[in-house]
C-alpha cells in the first residue's frame, strides 16, 4: 500500500466517524468538549455556525452521527448493549444552557452587496440559506403561506417533542439578521416571482403531500380517515383537540410515530400503528419506535391493509392480510390517520418557466449544486430529492447557499471550496496532553422523561427533559476524542515496539508492506471494518511499514505517552466546511475583493 496522505483533510475527517456521518458535518467532538467544561455558549455557537438550529435537532434529529459513534464498536465485547455516546441529546444541552451573552457571538451582517435573493418556505433549508446570505450582505427574502417560519418543524412535529418556544427562538435568530419574512404569502406562480427582478430563488417548500391510500370504503368512510401530516398540522394549530376513541396509524415513519403518540395525547383509549414491513424494516429511527411502545402503542408489522369497513358511511375497523401467513385480521377502529409516506407538488411552477421536472415529478437537479435547468433558481430540502430529515435539509441549504454565492459572482457553480482545516498538537509535556484522554468505563446516560400521567395528559408538555449539568459532563467524558489524531512520523521512529505493546486495542502493528487485503488479515488484529481505512506509514528502516487499523483505535494518547523518540503525537483536528461568503470564491477573485 502507499503511504497514507495525511495531508488530504478527508482522511482524518473520515476518522472522527461522527462528524463524517452528519450531513452538516458538524464538529461533535468539539462542542461535547466545550459542554464538558461548562463553556454552553461557545458550544452552541459550534453548533449554530454548522447545522444552525442546536435546539432543535437536540430534540429531534435522527441522529446519523450515533450509529457511526466509535463508543459503540469498541463496546461490543465490553457491555451488554453497547451504545453511542449521547450526542444528540448533548446537543441539547448547550442549546438549554447558553446565557444571554451568546447573543454577542452572533455575526453582524455584512453591509448590503446589491443582490436579492428569495427563499420560497420557510423551512430549515431555506432559512439555512437566508442565514448563510444574509451575513453576507445579500438581501434575503422568505415567502411561507403560514403566519410563523419554521415548515414543518413548525407544523409536523409534535410539541410534545419540540416546544414552540425553542422553534420561535431559533427562527427568531435567523431573522434578527436583517431577513425579510413574508408570512402569509403563499406563492402562486414562479414566472410571477421572477419578473419580480430576484437575483436567485431558493425552493425549498418541502413534500407537502402526504400520499393516501385508496382503498375499498376509502370514499365511503372518509370523514374520520385523515392523512397524517395535514392530521399533525391541525393539531399543531389547535384546529384538532380530540380523537376518536379507536384509533389506527397505517405507515412505519417517524410521522407515523408522531401520529401514535398524538393521537394518544388527544384522548384515544387505543392506538395502534400497523406496518406492511417487518419491524427491523420499518423507515422509523429506532428510539422514535422505542418512545411509541414505552407509551403503550402496539406495533403491528407485517400488516398489509385490505380494507376500509364502514356501516353507513361510519368507519368500524380495517381489514388487514399478514404477510407472512396470508391470514386475513380485522382490526375495529373509529378513526385512521394515513402516515405511509410524502410527495413533492409544484402546482405553483409552471411548466414552461424552464425548470424541468422528472417522471416522479422532481426537479432535475445537479446532485452536488443543487442548481436546476433554469441557472438562477435552486432547490433544497424536501422539495430536491424528495422527503429526508431537517440535518439533511440543513445541509442541502449550505450547499445551495454556496452556490447562489457563487452564481451571483460569475464564478462556476460546480466548483466546490475546500473545508478549513486545523490539526494542533496536543503536547504539553513529557506526559501533559491539553486534552483529557482518560477513558471513561461508564454506560450510556438516560435522558430522564416527565412523568407518564402527566406526559400523557397533554399534547405541549415535553416528554424529554434534558441532561442536568452533572449527568451531562459524565455522558461527555464517554466521548473518545475521535478528532484527537493519531500522527506518526516515520523517520522519527526506531521501531522499538513501544506502541505495540502498550495499544489497549491491538491496533498497531510494524509489518512488511503488501495489497490491502493481506495487510488487513496480518495485523495483530485483523483489520475486518473495510469502512475504516489503515494508517500506512513510509518504509522504516528495517524495511517494514508501520500500519493502524483507524476503526477501533480509542484516540487514548498511550502510543505517544510511552514513545521515546515522539514519532506519535496527538493532534487535535478541526475540520469546517466553507460557507457562502468570500472564502467560497475563487482565489483571484478574494485578491481582487481584497
Not at 420 to 438: C, F, P, R, T
Request: glycine fraction near 8%; aromatic fraction near 6%.
Amino acid at each position: 500500500m502507499q503511504r497514507s496522505d495525511i495531508a488530504d483533510p478527508a482522511y482524518f475527517h473520515k476518522v472522527v466517524d461522527c462528524q463524517w456521518a452528519c450531513p452538516a458535518h458538524t464538529p461533535v467532538p468539539e462542542y461535547i468538549r466545550l459542554i464538558a467544561q461548562g463553556r454552553h455558549d461557545e458550544a452552541y455557537m459550534v453548533n449554530w455556525v454548522s447545522n444552525v438550529f442546536p435546539g432543535v435537532l437536540g430534540r429531534t434529529c435522527d441522529r446519523p452521527c450515533e450509529p457511526a459513534c466509535r463508543r459503540g464498536r469498541v463496546e461490543e465485547k465490553n457491555a451488554a448493549k453497547p451504545e453511542a455516546v449521547a450526542i444528540c441529546r448533548l446537543k441539547r444541552v448547550c442549546a438549554d444552557n447558553k446565557t444571554e451573552e451568546v447573543r454577542a457571538l452572533f455575526p453582524m451582517p455584512l453591509p448590503r452587496n446589491g443582490k436579492k435573493v428569495a427563499c420560497i418556505g420557510a423551512g430549515p433549508a431555506s432559512l439555512t440559506v437566508a442565514r448563510d446570505l444574509a451575513t453576507q450582505g445579500y438581501a434575503v427574502t422568505v415567502f411561507d403561506g403560514e403566519a410563523k417560519a419554521g415548515g414543518f418543524i413548525r407544523t409536523q412535529i409534535p410539541r410534545f417533542r419540540l416546544p414552540e418556544s425553542v422553534i420561535d427562538e431559533e427562527c427568531g435568530h435567523i431573522l434578527n439578521l436583517g431577513v425579510e419574512l413574508r408570512a402569509g404569502e403563499r406563492i402562486a406562480s414562479m414566472k410571477a416571482l421572477l419578473g419580480e427582478g430576484y437575483d436567485a430563488v431558493f425552493v425549498g417548500c418541502g413534500a407537502p403531500r402526504g400520499r393516501d391510500l385508496q382503498l375499498p370504503g376509502r370514499q365511503e368512510a372518509g370523514a374520520t380517515i385523515r392523512i397524517g401530516i395535514d392530521w399533525l398540522a391541525s393539531v399543531s394549530f389547535g384546529h384538532v383537540t380530540s380523537v376518536l376513541p379507536r384509533v389506527i396509524v397505517l405507515g412505519g415513519g417517524n410521522t407515523a410515530m408522531d401520529c401514535c403518540r398524538s393521537a394518544r395525547r388527544l384522548g384515544a383509549k387505543s392506538v395502534t400503528v400497523a406496518v406492511r414491513s417487518g419491524y427491523a424494516q420499518m423507515k422509523a429511527s429506532p428510539w422514535e419506535k422505542e418512545d411509541a411502545e414505552h407509551e403503550g402503542i402496539p406495533i403491528l408489522d407485517f400488516h398489509v391493509p385490505l380494507a376500509f369497513e364502514h356501516e353507513n358511511g361510519k368507519l368500524t375497523g380495517m381489514r388487514f392480510k399478514k404477510a407472512q401467513t396470508g391470514e386475513e385480521l380485522r382490526i375495529p377502529c373509529d378513526e385512521v390517520l394515513i402516515a405511509v409516506g410524502q410527495e413533492n407538488s409544484f402546482p405553483w411552477i409552471e411548466r414552461d418557466a424552464g425548470i424541468a421536472f422528472d417522471e416522479q415529478g422532481l426537479p432535475q437537479l445537479d446532485a452536488l449544486t443543487f442548481q436546476s435547468s433554469l441557472p438562477q433558481v435552486f432547490f433544497g430540502g424536501d422539495a430536491a430529492f424528495g422527503p429526508k430529515n431537517i440535518i439533511t435539509a440543513v445541509a442541502h441549504g449550505h450547499e445551495a447557499a454556496v452556490s447562489i454565492d457563487r452564481y451571483l459572482h460569475a464564478e462556476a457553480v460546480s466548483k466546490r471550496p475546500p473545508p478549513h482545516v486545523n490539526l494542533l498538537s496536543q503536547k504539553m509535556g513529557i506526559h501533559e496532553w491539553s486534552y483529557d484522554n482518560a477513558i471513561a468505563n461508564d454506560a450510556r446516560y438516560k435522558v430522564p422523561w416527565t412523568a407518564a400521567e402527566k406526559a400523557l395528559a397533554s399534547i405541549k408538555v415535553e416528554v424529554e427533559l434534558g441532561f442536568d449539568a452533572a449527568t451531562a459532563f459524565k455522558e461527555a467524558q464517554r466521548c473518545l476524542n475521535c478528532d484527537v489524531q493519531t500522527v506518526f512520523t516515520d523517520r522519527q521512529c526506531i521501531e522499538c515496539d513501544a506502541c505495540v505493546d502498550i495499544c489497549p486495542m491491538d491496533c498497531i502493528s510494524f509489518t512488511a508492506n503488501g495489497e490491502e487485503a493481506e495487510l488487513r488479515q496480518q495485523l495483530h488484529a485483523p483489520a475486518l471494518n473495510l469502512t475504516q481505512d489503515l494508517y500506512v506509514s513510509g518504509e522504516l528502516k528495517t524495511g517494514r511499514v508501520m500500519v493502524k487499523d483507524e476503526d477501533v483505535c480509542l484516540h487514548c494518547g498511550l502510543c505517544a505517552e510511552r514513545c521515546p523518540t515522539g514519532a506519535w503525537d496527538m493532534q487535535k483536528f478541526l475540520l469546517q466546511t466553507t460557507k457562502a461568503g468570500p472564502a467560497c470564491r475563487d482565489h483571484e477573485t478574494r485578491r481582487a475583493a481584497a
